[in-house]
DNA sequence: AAACGCATCAACCGCCTGTCG
DNA sequence: CCGACAGGCGGTTGATGCGTT
């Protein structure tokens, strides 16, 4: 009754892939490309769906795959991304040079979520579980004031503990695999780049080390959020706001019922990002390259949200505007409200009207939108 | 040595989305 | 606008290996 896959049609192999397959497949693609998946097994000579060729191709015989263990960054990375993006994993595997998509997947079900759940960390919400009667750390009801950053900081320092313990025991057990079934010469398929938006996660990790950076402990367990930070709009970035974080490539942080007026925007041809940190919300703004002026004297409010604003030229080394140009990395505007915004660009000047109709797009459509249209350059 | 349970991960499944005619 | 098709994605499965009893 249902139709039939791909992987159902008759006189097609299914199961593990043989050597001979292996070769026959990198050998075609290695000289045509694989073109059309779905043409690819009949040109090559495979009794296989082009599904079937695609994923073997993708999950394993593509020479720039990086096999062995995650590193304790690598690590890091997918824990902080799956907290914004949840299981989106080709959007997580995006940040990560090397790796699949499937591959993250299975370390995300086979390692960390096991070990954020022996920490008493959900994995799904990255908050502290109410049921952690068992947590390593105890008292629950501390736990459930602290931030998901703190959490992670708690992670991460457990981890590089385990870390250290166990490298000479993981280093016999997981050796690094070289895939060493395919010699291969031809110029593979470009990685996809990465997105811009990771920089939000430099700005996060800003803020992180920011936060524990504090000498007065108490400063650790107040914030739960970024929105509760000072409202000084003359020290923004703010109090927890790691002041390096303009350093790399962020403008401003700003919090909760902050509000001043930008005076000057000029000369940029870059975008400008909102980011909303407590939503996990961002979209961009661009100008134009043959625009000079951007908007001048225009106040905003940043009401119940925190908003990160960040900007980048076309090269997409947000470091390069951040030297380039002493007017780009002024304080910008920080929108009013994100559910009912409205961006306007006209002559130049763009700017933010409230009860508008744009839609701010949401973490997804943002990373599908950057990975389109991103060239950005590796951040880490 | 055999049985069992668990961990791992390659591969499959089914759905969704974008594209094209 | 609609349907067919291809590609991509996330969830799930099952073979395999390893450790324990």
Same mark, same amino acid.
């Given at each position: ?55 073997? !191709? ?109 490298? %000479? ?137 925190? !908003? ?10 947000? %470091? ?42 949401? !973490? ?17």
């Amino acid at each position: 009754m249902g139709r039939s896959t791909c992987y159902e049609k008759e006189g097609l192999k299914r199961g593990p892939w043989t050597p001979e397959e292996d070769q026959r497949l990198t050998v075609y693609i290695q000289q045509h490309g694989h073109g059309s998946w779905n043409a690819l097994p009949e040109k090559a000579g495979l009794k296989r769906c082009g599904k079937s060729c695609r994923l073997r !191709w993708i999950n394993y015989l593509r020479p720039d795959i990086k096999r062995g263990n995650f590193s304790l960054q690598e690590e890091q990375t997918i824990i902080q991304l799956h907290a914004f993006l949840g299981n989106r994993w080709s959007a997580i595997a995006a940040h990560l040079p090397k790796r699949t998509d499937n591959e993250v997947k299975n370390h995300w079900n086979t390692h960390l979520k096991k070990r954020l759940i022996k920490m008493g960390i959900d994995p799904v919400t990255h908050k502290p579980r109410i049921d952690a009667l068992g947590s390593p750390y105890g008292h629950a009801s501390n736990d459930s004031n602290l931030s998901h950053m703190a959490q992670w900081e708690r992670a991460r320092l457990e981890a590089e503990a385990r870390s250290a313990r166990d490298s %000479n025991k993981q280093a016999v057990r997981n050796p690094v695999q070289v895939n060493p079934k395919i010699q291969l010469g031809a110029v593979p398929p470009p990685l996809t780049p990465r997105p811009k938006c990771l920089d939000v996660l430099k700005a996060w990790q800003g803020v992180v080390s920011g936060m524990f950076n504090f000498p007065n402990r108490d400063n650790l367990e107040s914030p739960t959020s970024i929105s509760s930070f000072s409202n000084d709009v003359i020290q923004l970035p703010t109090t927890g706001v790691n002041q390096n974080a303009t350093a790399e490539g962020v403008d401003c942080i700003a919090t909760n019922t902050d509000s001043y007026t930008c005076n000057e925007l000029d000369e940029i041809d870059s975008w400008k990002r909102f980011v909303n940190l407590n939503q996990m919300q961002e979209f961009e703004v661009g100008l134009d390259e043959s625009t000079s002026m951007a908007m001048q004297g225009t106040t905003y409010s940043t009401e119940n949200n925190a !908003w990160l604003v960040d900007s980048y030229g076309e090269a997409g080394n947000s %470091n390069e505007v951040m030297e380039g140009s002493s007017s780009s990395d002024t304080l910008i505007g920080i929108p009013v409200s994100f559910s009912s915004m409205k961006v306007e660009i006209s002559n130049g000047n763009y700017s933010i009207v409230d009860n508008g109709s744009y839609s701010v797009c949401d !973490w997804d459509s943002t990373l599908k939108f950057k990975n389109a249209s991103s060239s950005g350059s590796p951040m880490f």
